[in-house]
T-cell receptor, first 113, second 112 residues
């Protein structure tokens, strides 16, 4: 148990579907993140939210849409994805200004067919 | 040139061996350095966290930072099959930011 919970753990979706990934952190942190991890590539930062405000959008295509309703919850809305978007999507949280250790969830495995 | 370079491996060692995992980086402004362990189909978990140059020990794990050479290492003593995982190095410019830069990870296999 890492304190960061992601659902669903596995998701298969067609290219015309709309789905959402959910993340909840129980650590009292003030920053949350979405990362993408593909085979044989480094972790790619997608979005950063500090105190519910989006502070970073790392040139992510608009078919990925984040939402942060409060400091404990983070969503990633997915629509009209491509097969190359198949990857492990990791949510993370940290306390900015306090060592900045990032804690990851277990990830959501996404397969786009 | 990538900002953080890490040999992808796989690195295969016998049980009980001393393992050395390394990262080099290009930005001399990095101040905080981390090592994460990621088991197959799981999220990365923080192993070690160090600030600036020097060594830090935690059980069988020792993290070493050499800022003059822009080189960090993670040593694992008496390696166990349960240490088989991918090890990711990460670094950040300062305590106030939250933009970690990760290496690509080294896959370690410890054979019984």
């Amino acid at each position: 148990e890492t304190g960061v919970t992601q659902t669903p753990r596995h998701l298969v979706m067609g290219m015309t579907n709309k789905k959402s990934l959910k993340c909840e952190q129980h650590l009292g942190h003030n920053a949350m993140y979405w990362y993408k991890q593909s085979a044989k590539k480094p972790l790619e930062l997608m979005f950063v939210y500090n105190f519910k405000e989006q502070t970073e959008n790392n040139s992510v295509p608009s078919r990925f849409s984040p939402e942060c309703p409060n400091s404990s919850h983070l969503f990633l809305h997915l629509h009209t994805l491509q097969p190359e978007d198949s990857a492990l999507y990791l949510c993370a949280s940290s306390q900015v200004g306090s060592g900045n250790t990032i804690y990851f969830g277990e990830g959501s495995w996404l397969t786009v067919v | 040139q990538k900002e953080v370079e890490q040999d992808p491996g796989p690195l295969s060692v016998p049980e009980g061996a001393i393992v050395s995992l390394n990262c080099t980086y290009s930005n001399s402004a990095f101040q905080y350095f981390m090592w994460y362990r990621q088991y197959s189909r799981k999220g990365p978990e923080l192993l070690m966290y160090t600030y600036s140059s020097g060594n830090k020990e935690d059980g069988r794990f020792t993290a070493q930072v050499d800022k003059s050479s822009k080189y960090i290492s993670l040593f694992i003593r008496d390696s166990q099959p349960s240490d088989s995982a991918t090890y990711l190095c990460a670094m950040i410019l300062n305590n106030a930011g939250n933009m970690l830069t990760f290496g690509g990870g080294t896959r370690l296999m410890v054979k019984p």
